[in-house]
């Protein structure tokens, strides 16, 4: 999908958010972020590029200025390891459902909808993720998948951002444990923000 007006204020509040991280005095976030205002993209509020492009162009500057290709390595593990300190109780709860199944696939759909960037401490997001699964998705909503997965040999399973990739496993288990296919992990080749790599995975 092309970019929409939309996109622009988003992307620019996600890269100030983002270089906040990095804990970046403020004349370097200037600096970035007028390079980025200077994209046609932004200037001229063209709709050539798709989302994903704009903020690849984006991740491309911050590397340059900070000369670091992986400038949110630690953020990354900092999200990681939040969810890794939830995941043995999650696990359990997964293990003890009526439902694993459902449950699980619950599990990384919340996962989507958990800002990891801005996540603080692993209480806080297990408890936001027990008290949404207290009302579990309806059956019909996963029985396609289900009925999909029974039938599947090879499962082709996209991931997204670290942090979520811990809610990916446990569905991932949960699906090697009931249908046994043989299962391909998709991540990016390169770093972008906090979406997960081969090192993170």
């Known amino acids: 999908m092309r970019i929409q007006p939309e996109c622009i204020p988003c992307i620019l509040n996600m890269t100030v958010s983002s270089l906040r991280l990095l804990a970046l005095d403020e004349p370097r976030i200037r600096e970035i972020l007028s390079e980025i205002l200077r994209f046609p993209a ?3 509020m063209t709709s050539d590029p798709t989302s994903p ?5 984006v991740m ?3 590397s340059e200025t900070l000369g670091d290709p992986d400038p949110f390595r630690a953020e990354k593990k900092r999200q990681n390891d939040l969810l890794l300190k939830a995941y043995p109780r999650l696990k359990d709860r997964i293990q003890n459902s009526g439902n694993p199944f459902r449950d699980a696939v619950q599990l990384a759909i919340l996962g989507n909808a958990v800002d990891f960037m801005m996540a603080q401490s692993p209480g ?4 936001f993720l027990v008290e949404k699964l207290k009302t579990p998705l309806l059956e019909e909503r996963t029985g396609e998948l289900r009925n999909r997965l029974s039938r599947t040999r090879l499962l082709l399973y ?9 809610l990916d496993k446990l569905l991932i288990e949960t699906i090697r444990n009931e249908f046994n296919p043989k299962i391909i992990l998709v991540v ?3 770093p972008s923000l906090n979406d997960a790599t081969l090192a993170e995975a």
């Open 53 to 57: 492009e704009l903020i690849e162009q």
């Open 124 to 127: 806080d997001v297990e408890a």
């Open 60 to 62: 491309t500057v911050i």
């Open 42 to 44: 932004v200037m001229e």
């Open 158 to 166: 996209f991931a997204d951002n670290c942090g979520e990739i811990v």
């Open 188 to 190: 990016r080749r390169n």
